[in-house]
Every structure is written in C-alpha cells, then in structure tokens.
C-alpha cells in the first residue's frame, strides 16, 4: 500500500540551526501537508501546498518556515533558525482530490 | 476560533465491548469530519471518514455525525486490546480555493482491558 515516508524519523539540532525535514507524498496526490505534535499536545495544522504553491498556512508558519517541492517526488520543511520551541513531531500528509489525508510516520526534531 | 472538543478520558472497555467515542466541533461550515487512531509516538492512521448525516459503518467500527448537534462519535464493535490508541477527531473545513486543513481534538485514550 502506498505511503507517505519522511525522513529523518529523528534529528537532534542546536538552537540557531537550519532544519530541512524531507517527504516523499504518495504518488498522484495532489495536496502536501506539515503538521506537528508537540509531545502531549495536538496535532496542529502547519501548511498545505497544491499546484506548486502554499495554499494555506496557519500562525505558526512564520518567516522561519519555508516550503518547497524541488523536484517531482520530494517536499521539504525548511526551519531557518531552530528554536526550542520548534521540539516537536512534524509529520508530512499528502491528499489526493479528496479530502481525506494520510500521514507519514513523521520526524522528531528535538532542538537542544 | 474553530474548535473540536473531545473527552480526554482515559476510556477503559472490557475486550468485546463496545467502546463509544464523542466529538464535538463549533464551525458550522465544516464538511467532512475524520476518526485517526494515534499510537504512541507514532504517527496518525486514518480509520474512518464520513461526510453526511447518519451512520457509516466499516467493519468493525462505525462513525455517526449529527451536524444539527455538531457531534462526530465513532463506535468500535468487539474492542480488542490492540485498539488501545488515543483516537483523534479531525474536522475538515473547507477554505477559499483549493486549499483543505485538518483542525484536531486533543484526543481520547482508550485502554482495552484483556
């Protein structure tokens, strides 16, 4: 069954790093997606990307956020400058015309 | 500000009863509404969607949405240990363009007793 796989599925940074998180969506999926857990709390809405652009982001995707689809296949997170409150799980989701939304197994990004 | 409220629990059930799971969400304008069961540390699965009014039954499990009310439940048949997982409430509103996001409960914990 097709997946949605994210790499790393860990990384350790100091505060001040740039972070790219990478995601392969399903193939024939439209739609990207970044969502994050923090540990204990919800899962929240980062940003969506359709048609080679961001459709929709949400207050916490601020200047430090970046996304970009360099090729066919791949879809990065890019966080310029780590802070400790960016410890958390960032999980990758692909859609295809539907709406309904599957997850990658997500990267634990711990900023030290 | 578009919220889902779930019970927190945790839900304990005896295996092979019936576990029943309630959510509540406060836009009117959402359209699809989703049940992801969440293991820990890992990422959410997708059980079960539902868009209309009334039941819809997969197996097992069975989601019911009532937007009168604005309440989602999911019911789980012959619980089984290995559904122990938080189950996560996810509402689906539809924005402007083509653009979708998932707005989250906190999720319940449910605990299958053997």
């Known amino acids: 069954e097709p997946e949605v796989t994210q790499t790393p599925s860990h990384q350790v940074t100091q505060m001040g790093q740039e972070v790219i998180l990478r995601c392969v969506p399903i193939?024939?999926?439209?739609?990207f997606y970044w969502y994050r857990q923090i540990l204990g709390q919800k899962v929240e809405f980062l940003v969506s990307?359709?048609?080679?652009?961001?459709?929709?982001k949400s207050e916490i995707f601020d200047d430090q956020f970046s996304v970009e689809r360099p090729d066919g296949s791949n879809f990065t997170l890019k966080i310029r400058s780590t802070k400790l409150e960016d410890s958390a799980m960032y999980f990758c989701?692909?859609?295809?015309?539907?709406?309904?939304?599957?997850f990658g197994e997500g990267s634990w990004l711990t900023v030290v | 500000q578009k919220e889902v409220e779930q019970n927190s629990g945790p839900l304990s059930v005896p295996e092979g009863a019936i576990a029943s799971l309630n959510c509540t969400y406060s836009?009117?304008?959402?359209?699809?509404f989703f049940w992801y069961r969440q293991y820990s540390g890992k990422s959410p699965e997708l059980i079960m969607f539902?868009?209309?009014?009334g039941d819809k039954e997969d197996g097992r499990f069975t989601a019911q949405l009532n937007k009168a009310s604005q309440y989602v439940s999911l019911l789980i048949r012959d619980s089984q240990p290995s559904d122990s997982a938080t189950y996560l409430c996810?509402?689906?509103?539809?924005?402007?363009?083509?653009?979708?996001?998932?707005?989250f409960g906190s999720g319940t914990q449910l605990t299958v007793l053997p």
């Open positions: 836009d009117r304008g959402s359209q699809s």
């Open positions: 990307f359709y048609n080679n652009e961001i459709s929709e």
């Open positions: 996810a509402v689906n509103i539809l924005s402007s363009g083509s653009a979708r996001q998932l707005t």
């Open positions: 193939s024939n999926h439209l739609y």
């Open positions: 539902i868009y209309s009014n």
């Open positions: 989701a692909s859609s295809p015309q539907s709406d309904t939304i599957y």
